[in-house]
C-alpha cells in the first residue's frame, strides 16, 4: 500500500518524509479512526483516505517527527473517520439492527443511545477547529493538557482555555438540543 501513496509524490525527499509518517503514524491513525467509528474495516477505509490526503498535501508539512506533524496526521485520521460516518448515515435501521444484533428488547434504548452519539458528532463537527481538536485529544485520547500543550506547541493556559471553552460549546448545545426534544 505504500508503494500506492508515493506514486502520487513526485519528489524523492517527499517521498522519504512521506514514508517516514507512514511508519510512526499508521498504527495512531487507526485507533483515532476505529474510536470514531467503532469497525476496524472502516477505520483502515478512513487512514486509507487520510494517507491520501496527506500524500497530496506532503509539500505542507516540515518535519515528520514534529508534533505539529502528528497532530496533523491525527486531525487527518479523525476527519476521515467523520467523513465515512457521516456518509454511513443512509443507513435503514433495519441495517443497523442486522449489523449491530440488536434484539427488539434492547433496541429502543439503542437507537436513543446512537441518536444522542450523532447529536455530539454533530455538535463536535460544527464546532471551531481549534476547540473540536483540543477536546478530542482530552477526551478520545486521554491525553493531559500538559501532553496537548506539547504536542500542539501551545502554552498550557492556552490548552486549559480552550478546553474550557469547548466544553461550554458542547454543554450550550447539548442543552439546545435537550430543550428541542423536551427533556430539560
Keep these: 500500500m505504500l508503494l500506492f501513496y508515493t506514486l502520487l509524490i513526485e519528489e524523492d525527499n517527499d517521498k522519504a518524509k512521506f514514508e517516514k509518517i507512514y511508519a510512526l503514524y499508521k498504527k ?3 485507533y483515532t479512526a476505529n474510536s470514531v467509528l467503532s469497525d476496524s474495516y472502516l477505520a483502515e477505509d478512513a487512514v486509507h483516505n487520510a494517507f491520501i490526503g496527506i500524500a497530496k498535501n506532503i509539500k505542507k508539512i516540515d518535519a515528520a517527527d514534529s508534533p505539529k506533524t502528528l497532530s496533523y496526521v491525527i486531525t487527518a485520521a479523525k ?7 457521516r456518509k454511513n448515515k443512509g443507513l435503514t435501521e433495519a441495517d443497523i ?3 449491530y444484533d440488536v434484539s ?6 439503542f437507537y436513543q443511545n446512537l441518536e444522542a452519539e450523532d447529536f455530539v458528532v454533530k455538535i463536535l463537527a460544527a ?15 486521554q491525553m493531559s493538557e500538559k501532553e496537548i500543550a506539547e504536542l500542539l506547541g501551545r502554552k ?3 490548552i486549559h482555555q480552550q478546553v474550557r471553552r469547548g466544553r461550554a460549546i ?3 448545545e447539548l442543552m439546545k438540543g435537550a430543550k428541542v426534544n423536551g427533556n430539560q
Excluded: Q
Excluded at 79 to 85: E, G, K, Q, T
Excluded at 127 to 141: A, F, G, K
Design 28 to 30: 495512531k491513525m487507526w
Design 79 to 85: 476527519n476521515a473517520a467523520l467523513d465515512i460516518l
Design 97 to 99: 439492527d442486522e449489523l
Design 104 to 109: 427488539d428488547k434492547e433496541s429502543s434504548s
Design 127 to 141: 464546532m471551531p477547529e481549534t476547540y473540536r481538536d483540543v477536546l478530542y485529544l482530552l477526551v478520545v485520547e
Design 156 to 158: 498550557p493556559g492556552t
Design 170 to 172: 458542547l454543554k450550550e
